[in-house]
């Protein structure tokens, strides 16, 4: 089986016209601060011969694996031995770290909330293929004990000899709803700075990302955004918890003009009243098949209120199609259910938020590929709340 070579190999490349770039910008010395990694478009052609030397490794080290097996309730020994056999050499994601940045044009701006136990890096594939069609993406990696592992740094002598201040994922047990929504507020005030960060980011204050004392040559540079970001088309999106974080930050910052909730856990904010009327913006759903429980279906029923809220469900998919992973190890989630091909269902999920971005952006990027995608593969998306296999 392939995934037993050792030879290297690469997440799916974007097929948008610029070569994505990206980098990781951490804020202040504390666990207040924030974490994000950026995904851009760059000034290099696809056509050029790529430089593989430049990509980031993705293969997860041996924290993050700890920290999955921490949240799914696996022994960490068990999920170490199974990724060493899929791990024969490492996974590379195709984007240009620390490349300098494409400001040709404004950049239309997408925040991304991660799911539970996932991390920055998860959704590289949705982010690259987002950066090749001309957006930035800010992936913020969550510091309210869901991220199946993260850190800090104390001070800049911690940068210097990369002495990590560890955030581990933290159990919690299926109905805590307290719990839940703690971590909930906690997020969605972490993508409510984001979004500050941004909008001064613009205006001209300029932060000093902390992680530049580790990598003092790269192109990429905070300064370069000064003026660069169109603010009148801001956009949040979210996976799983990600997708409720981002509907609870819609319902307070009316500087984000739409939202897309990627197979949102709706547990955290189950119908709040105050969230559902709160949220004014378009919105887009884009669901798997096997998540969703009758209450979760209820929860986000609540908000497809007009023309402007869109649902579709991708068939032969599970909850997992969203993130990277299944790229690298296959599905995990409902083995004996016949499922799409994970290049197939990512496309299709690409192609929804694409068309979604286009009509509400006015972006002029060049998504005929994908409206291609979306027609050949239409027996496959299922508007609304339709359940065929039910």
Not at 69 to 85: E, G, N, V, Y
Not at 123 to 151: K, P, Q
Not at 178 to 189: G, I, L, P, T, Y
Not at 345 to 351: C, E, K, M, V
Request: aromatic share 12%.
């Amino acid at each position: 089986m392939w995934f037993f070579n050792n030879k290297s190999t690469h997440l799916p490349k974007p097929q948008g016209k610029y070569v994505p770039g990206c980098v990781d910008v951490m804020l202040d010395y504390s666990k207040e601060g924030l974490f994000m990694r950026l995904y851009y478009p760059t000034s290099s052609k696809q056509e050029q011969t790529p430089n593989p030397s430049k990509w980031p490794v993705w293969t997860p080290d041996d924290d993050t694996i700890d920290g999955i097996s921490q949240a799914i309730f696996l022994k960490p020994f068990i999920l170490r031995f199974i990724t060493r056999l899929f791990y024969a050499s490492k996974v590379y994601s195709p984007a240009l770290f620390g490349e300098k940045i494409n400001t040709e044009n404004k950049l239309k701006c997408i925040i991304l909330s991660h799911g539970y136990a996932s991390n920055r890096y998860f959704y590289s594939v949705i982010c690259n293929e987002l950066a090749s069609r001309g957006y930035l993406v800010a992936a913020i990696e969550h510091r309210d004990n869901s991220s199946c592992f993260t850190y800090y740094y104390n001070s800049k002598e911690d940068v210097e000899n990369d002495v990590k201040t560890p955030i581990r994922v933290r159990q919690v047990h299926v109905g805590h709803y307290m719990e839940r929504n703690k971590q909930v507020n906690h997020r969605a005030d972490e993508c409510s700075r984001l979004l500050d960060f941004l909008i001064r980011l613009n205006g001209g204050e300029v932060p000093f990302n902390i992680l530049d004392d580790l990598n003092k040559n790269l192109d990429f540079k905070l300064s370069d955004l000064v003026g660069r970001l169109d603010l009148d088309s801001l956009t949040i999106a979210g996976h799983s918890f990600g997708g409720a974080t981002a509907l609870l930050v819609l319902s307070k910052r009316k500087e984000l003009k739409r939202g897309i909730l990627l197979d949102p856990w709706m547990f955290s904010i189950k119908g709040e009243k105050s969230i559902v009327e709160g949220t004014t913006q378009p919105l887009l759903f884009v669901n798997t098949q096997t998540f969703h429980i009758s209450a979760n279906v209820k929860a986000m029923e609540k908000y497809l209120i007009n023309a402007d809220r869109h649902m579709f469900t991708i068939v032969g998919t599970t909850h997992e199609t969203h993130t990277d992973s299944v790229h690298v190890m296959g599905y995990w989630l409902n083995w004996f259910m016949k499922k799409l091909h994970p290049k197939i269902a990512i496309d299709i999920n690409n192609g929804l938020m694409l068309r979604f971005l286009k009509h509400y952006t006015s972006h002029d990027e060049n998504i005929e590929d994908m409206e291609k995608c979306l027609e050949v593969e239409r027996a496959n998306i299922v508007p609304g709340l339709t359940r065929p296999w039910a």
